[in-house]
């Protein structure tokens, strides 16, 4: 992918593939996992995901490039206001459809994905841009050169994403988000607002497509159509690894980044990305639950 | 109060349709090419989408097959366009019976997310497979001199499938395929063969856009992947079925006739904000007329009662889940 190549991966030898399909997948698990948060606890699949990531990267460019702020800042500021952008939408459109068969909210937030990407051309324009001077240079990791932007936005993305984890398998808001997906019913029975945990969830898998889009911004070349491209991906990884499980989602995203960079290798970029997809549709007919999945019944 | 008969709506629209090349300008004709296209779409997606209750977000996949088998055929070896459109029609349903077999083993947000993936793929492989495709740059068709004759063929198209629409809301077929909507499978334990009618459907839902995709490009005499597989066509045409009434036989036609007029003038005006407004209106169908326009006459009493979504008490979302 032209993505790639501007990362400064050199593609030769099988360790540089794997490391560089290792570092893609990171983006893929933050990413992914906000978005299997909020259909375990929602059952709503959020096709706005990827654009709400999308329009993250771009605003950061803007407060790097715009503004001459510094990076640490959007890092903070940007997946805050992703948060709040979650809230207005829960608020706004899905709490009010939360009755409403499942078709309703397919066609809201897939509405709401075209609205996120125009509106981002008329702020933006619909050109490529980046951050170029951020995070730049690279180091050796066994043997493979690894550019920092890349190795950054991994890191932050893995950590995050089992912080998440930790914070649902280990806390009082952890429990009431489970309970919630679990047993909506007995949860309001026992006492859990299942209304505020439904705000709080989207809010934080909103405000995860946040960071995410922070953290490509220095590492991708960033365009408003970003978003149909990323979510397609978090698509694929949430049913290979299972929807509505946290860790399957983490694995499949590490998987399908070596899988897209090894395709895209032999392949060629369009096919290559192709091949994820593939992927998708062979296991949504052979295993639909995905590699870790409970079997989460529609 | 006189009730109206889908089938005097159906006339007159006829009527309509055939007076305008003759009385109207080539910017009608240019137009109403447009609307019939989508209003084939529409009633297309109203059989899988309405009916059937299955949410598509891939019928533009079998459009972009169609406007590429039509467009390699006229491009490569000159076949006449109303040739390639029937060519272009039994592509559809050959790639649409064993994917309908195999995609419809899916449900729910799992056959949206596939069909929604299976369109991107093919717009991938229509870019990767420049060799035959052309790629990104596209294939350029000779325009034809005159449109009416294309403007009749899709203004036939266009009747049949609201004809074919309206024998199947008086039929055991049609409520069949809505039983499968409100409870596949309460409606397989009533020995209603679920799967054959789904597919069934499913094919149905794609021959005619199939032949829309290859009558489009040579509309437009150009064909590239965004425009064969653009995401735009899908979410206007469910757009029309939505804002129409979903599983009706007046929807798609009511839906399609004020999103067209309403996307000229925008388009006319305001191209910038075109698609957003398009995703707009759909968000406000959802979220206040989520049964469409016809349930206004319904309630009214000038139309037939329906079968429009929710007809039965809406289930809380912990059970549905």
Not at chain 1, 24 to 47: E, K, P, Q
Not at chain 1, 56 to 65: D, K, P, R
Not at chain 2, 15 to 24: D, H, S, Y
Request: charged letters at 10%; aromatic letters at 10%.
């Amino acid at each position: 992918m032209a993505d790639l190549q501007r990362a400064g991966i050199c593609f030769m030898p099988l360790t540089d593939l794997l490391i560089g399909g290792i570092l893609l997948g990171g983006v893929y698990a933050l990413m992914a996992c906000g978005l299997n948060l909020i259909f375990g606890v929602m059952r709503v699949i959020n096709f706005a995901h990827g654009d709400i990531l999308a329009v993250a990267a771009l605003s950061t460019v803007s407060i790097v490039v715009g503004f001459k702020l510094p990076f640490w800042l959007a890092v903070v500021l940007v997946p805050i206001g992703c948060a709040l952008l979650g809230v207005l939408i829960h608020l706004l459109i899905l709490r009010r459809i939360e009755n409403a068969p499942m078709i309703m909210s397919l066609l809201a937030t897939y509405a709401l994905s075209t609205i996120l990407v125009n509106v981002a051309i008329l702020i933006w324009g619909g050109g490529y841009s980046g951050l170029p001077g951020v995070l730049g240079g690279s180091v050796k990791i066994l043997g493979a050169n690894v550019s920092v932007s890349r190795l950054v936005s991994f890191v932050c993305a893995i950590g995050v994403s089992l912080a998440v984890w930790w914070l649902l398998q280990f806390t009082r808001f952890g429990r009431a988000v489970r309970s919630a997906s679990q047993a909506p019913e007995l949860a309001s029975i026992s006492g859990i607002a299942v209304d505020r945990v439904r705000l709080a969830t989207f809010a934080l898998g909103s405000g995860m497509a946040g960071l995410a889009g922070v953290l490509v911004a220095p590492a991708f070349a960033i365009d408003p159509q970003l978003g149909s491209r990323f979510i397609i991906k978090a698509f694929a990884v949430i049913i290979v690894g299972g929807m509505g499980s946290y860790p399957g989602a983490i694995l499949a995203a590490l998987l399908l980044g070596v899988v897209e960079v090894v395709g895209s290798y032999f392949a060629g970029a369009v096919i290559g990305s192709a091949f994820l997809f593939l992927l998708m549709l062979g296991v949504l007919l052979v295993r639909p639950r995905g590699l870790l999945g409970a079997g989460v019944r529609i | 109060m006189k009730q109206l008969d889908p089938l005097g709506v159906f006339a007159i629209a006829l009527v309509a349709a055939g007076l305008v090349p003759l009385l109207g300008s080539d910017y009608a004709v240019s137009f109403s090419i447009q609307l019939l296209i989508f209003l084939v779409l529409a009633y297309s997606w109203n059989l899988i989408g309405g009916y059937t209750g299955y949410t598509h977000f891939g019928q533009v996949a079998f459009f972009g097959i169609g406007a590429y088998v039509g467009s390699l055929l006229i491009f490569h070896w000159n076949v006449s366009w109303y040739l390639a459109t029937l060519a272009a029609a039994m592509a559809g349903a050959i790639t649409a019976l064993p994917l309908g077999g195999a995609m419809l083993r899916l449900k729910g947000p799992f056959f949206a997310i596939g069909m929604f993936g299976l369109a991107r793929v093919l717009e991938a492989f229509a870019l990767g497979f420049d060799g035959i495709t052309q790629g990104g740059t596209g294939i350029y068709l000779k325009p034809l001199n005159d449109l009416k004759p294309l403007y009749y063929v899709v203004a036939v198209v266009a009747a049949v499938m609201m004809l074919l629409t309206w024998r199947l809301d008086n039929s055991r077929l049609g409520l069949k395929l809505l039983a499968i909507r409100e409870d596949e499978n309460a409606a397989e334990s009533l020995g209603i063969p679920t799967t054959r009618l789904k597919i069934g459907a499913f094919v149905a839902s794609a021959v005619a856009p199939a032949a829309m995709g290859c009558l489009y490009s040579v509309y437009l005499g150009f064909i590239d992947p965004p425009t064969a597989f653009a995401s735009n066509i899908e979410l206007t045409t469910i757009a029309m079925v939505l804002l129409g009434g979903m599983g009706t036989v007046l929807g798609p036609l009511l839906g399609a006739i004020v999103l067209s007029v309403v996307n000229e003038v925008l388009w006319a005006n305001y191209p910038q904000i075109y698609l957003a407004s398009v995703g707009v209106i759909v968000l406000l169908a959802v979220l206040f007329t989520p049964r469409g326009l016809v349930n206004i006459g319904m309630k009214g009493g000038w139309l037939a009662l329906g079968r429009p979504l929710f007809r039965r008490p809406v289930q809380p979302a912990s059970q549905s889940s």
